[in-house]
């Protein structure tokens, strides 16, 4: 089992949609969480971090479930410029000495 | 302008020839680490660094080296590149300190390539 899963995708909505997808990650002492996007061939940027409350951030909303082991991400009212891979991101904690694992990401496509 | 960089960008190269893929960051951030990504298997860690002098092995280890002499490099060294290497590499920082240092600046990529 990998230690930290997303589901592939892609994911195909029109715009304007409501879009969920949820992480599972198996380390239950991991600490911290992220949402990192990445466009076609291009570098990870931090879309937001995931903290324990849930936090919004515009149309963005990130929730974390402690006890399921795993965050989502929704996205609503999505534009044509959401289309990108979101990457879960978990670290085993606070320190950038902590262990990183990405998720292979999963892609989203907006349609007109 | 707050960056990474990375050089080469694009790199096709013969098995065994030794190359060096440059990373430089002038965030003046004392962490700093080499990914691959790879279809299917997401951004893997090759090797990290905490401050000068200091590095660790990541996940994939096997067949590269890296250095960090100075705060702001960390290259990543193939001594005898090999086709299971033919990847896109990722080099980024960060820095210590408060929750926000976890956020990574990554550089745009090298897309390596091993005949």
């Known amino acids: 089992r990998k230690e930290v899963e997303q589901d592939p995708g892609p994911f195909n909505v029109p715009e304007g949609a409501t879009v969920a997808f949820n992480c599972t990650y198996s380390?239950?002492?991991?600490?911290?969480f992220f949402w990192y996007r990445q466009d076609c061939r291009k570098e990870p940027k931090l879309l937001m971090s995931?903290?324990?409350s849930g936090n919004e951030d515009g149309r963005f909303t990130a929730q974390l479930n402690r006890a399921s082991q795993y965050i989502s991400l929704l996205i609503r009212d999505s534009k044509l410029s959401d289309s990108a891979t979101y990457l879960c991101?978990?670290?085993?904690?606070?320190?950038?000495?902590?262990?990183?694992?990405f998720g292979s990401g999963t892609r989203l496509s907006i349609r007109p | 302008e707050a960056q990474v960089t990375q050089n080469p960008r694009y790199l096709i190269t013969v098995t065994g020839k030794k190359l060096t893929v440059t990373c430089s960051q002038n965030?003046?951030?004392?962490?700093m680490s080499w990914y691959r990504q790879d279809p299917g298997l997401g951004l893997r860690q090759i090797y990290y660094?905490?401050?000068?002098?200091?590095?660790d092995k990541g996940d994939v280890p096997e067949g590269y080296k890296v250095s960090r002499k100075e705060k702001r490099n960390f290259p990543l060294i193939l001594e005898s590149p090999s086709p299971n290497q033919t990847s896109l590499y990722f080099c980024?920082?960060?820095?210590?300190?408060?929750?926000?240092?976890?956020?990574?600046?990554f550089g745009p990529g090298t897309r390596l390539t091993v005949l």
């Open positions: 980024a920082s960060s820095a210590p300190g408060t929750r926000t240092y976890n956020e990574q600046f």
């Open positions: 380390n239950s002492a991991s600490q911290s």
């Open positions: 995931v903290y324990s």
């Open positions: 991101v978990v670290r085993g904690g606070y320190s950038s000495a902590s262990k990183i694992i």
């Open positions: 965030m003046n951030h004392e962490y």
């Open positions: 660094s905490m401050n000068v002098e200091v590095t």
